[in-house]
């Protein structure tokens, strides 16, 4: 009886997955199978987790310790907000342990962020707006951030080296903000593709972090060309 109720399980599971895939072209099935399949997509759901990505930098913090209690955070390309969830948590800005020292969480994104308790979102933003510079610098406690989050990236064009190279210069434009925001010795965490330019976004990082290194998370896909550049002791440049 029991086989036969997992069969019956099996079965109905596969029908619903056919009636899912049925009409989509053939990237798209190929995307959900692997949605489906993808045992972090499963993990976000259990727990609660709004994407995949939580897992990425929770793998970052957890080794680094780059969120801490009472740290202001800029979260850049924070839709859906995932990671904003993952520094909420790990800089007690809902104030949910009321024995640390309350956070603050600022997500930016040009579309729409749902609300989250404990951050507050700039949806339809331009990240590299002077007027959302302003508004960090309001919303920022002594307007400065500990840390820069970007998970952000382009649209997909279908032409690696264009989207390559139109993720590099929102990465550069990180640096940018870094300048207006960012308080000495703090952190710059941002996704990048590699290709050849990322050596130039590299060597424009170490010219005002004293630390530069090159992360994969578990958590990126193998065949990704994704890549994080974790940049940590930031030095004002000079004018």
């Known amino acids: 009886m029991w086989g036969f109720s997992l069969q019956r399980r099996a079965l109905h599971a596969s029908v619903c ?3 899912k895939l049925k009409g989509k072209t053939a990237a798209e099935q190929r995307w959900m199978l692997r949605q489906l399949k993808d045992p972090y997509v499963k ?3 259990a727990q609660n987790f709004r994407c995949r990505s939580a897992f990425k930098l929770l793998e970052i913090d957890d080794k680094f310790r780059l969120l801490q209690p009472g740290h202001s955070v ?3 390309g924070a ?3 995932a990671w904003s969830q993952v520094a909420v948590q790990r800089v007690n800005s809902a ?3 009321p024995d640390l020292p309350f ?5 930016v994104d040009l579309l729409n962020i749902p609300p989250l308790d404990g951050a507050h979102f700039l949806s339809n933003h331009d990240v590299t707006d002077p007027a959302t510079h302003a508004k960090l610098l309001e919303l920022l406690p002594s307007g400065q951030a500990h840390v820069i989050l970007s998970d952000m990236a382009p649209n997909a064009s279908g032409f690696r080296e264009m989207d390559h190279e139109r993720l ?3 990465c550069m434009s990180l640096i940018d903000l870094a300048e207006r925001i960012l308080q000495p010795g703090g952190s710059l965490l941002c996704k990048y593709w590699d290709g050849i330019l990322a050596h130039k976004l590299q060597e424009r990082l ?3 972090f004293k630390s530069v290194q090159t992360l994969k998370p578990h958590a990126s896909r193998k065949d990704s060309a994704e890549r994080y550049f974790f940049a940590r002791m930031y030095r004002k440049p000079v004018k």
């Not at 956070?103 to 997500?107: A, E, I, N, R, Y």
Request: hydrophobic share 40%; charged share 10%.
């Open 17 to 19: 997955l056919m009636k």
């Open 43 to 45: 993990a976000s759901h």
């Open 74 to 76: 800029v979260d850049c």
């Open 79 to 81: 839709a859906p907000g």
């Open 95 to 97: 104030g949910t342990d």
């Open 103 to 107: 956070g603050t969480v600022v997500g």
């Open 168 to 170: 590099i210069m929102m």
């Open 206 to 208: 170490s010219s005002v």
